[in-house]
């Protein structure tokens, strides 16, 4: 996700968007050690997701297996 910036394609897939994934524990410091420090790190996590799904211009496909990362919003099959 990283190296997508300033790029676009006519699709793009992010795939493995579970919560042990979605936000990258190791890039995030706990709450308990620094509370702001915590909320920065996973407004850049949240950002880089943004930046990734934002550069498809035609169509955006996502995906996961198990429970889904806390940044996707609650969907239900069929919607």
Same mark, same amino acid.
């Not at 909320?39 to 997701?49: A, H, I, K, T, V």
């Given at each position: 996700m990283h190296a997508m910036k300033g790029l676009e394609f006519r699709c793009v897939a992010v795939v493995g968007m579970t919560a042990r994934a979605v936000p990258f524990a190791k890039e995030i410091t706990p709450l308990e050690v620094d509370r702001q420090q915590h909320e920065?790190? %996973? !407004? %850049?996590?949240?950002? !880089? !997701?943004?930046v990734a799904c934002t550069r498809a211009r035609e169509a955006l496909a996502i995906s996961w297996s198990g429970t889904p990362s806390p940044f996707l919003p609650v969907t239900r099959a069929g919607s």
């Amino acid at each position: 996700m990283h190296a997508m910036k300033g790029l676009e394609f006519r699709c793009v897939a992010v795939v493995g968007m579970t919560a042990r994934a979605v936000p990258f524990a190791k890039e995030i410091t706990p709450l308990e050690v620094d509370r702001q420090q915590h909320e920065s790190d %996973m !407004l %850049m996590e949240r950002c !880089l !997701l943004f930046v990734a799904c934002t550069r498809a211009r035609e169509a955006l496909a996502i995906s996961w297996s198990g429970t889904p990362s806390p940044f996707l919003p609650v969907t239900r099959a069929g919607s």
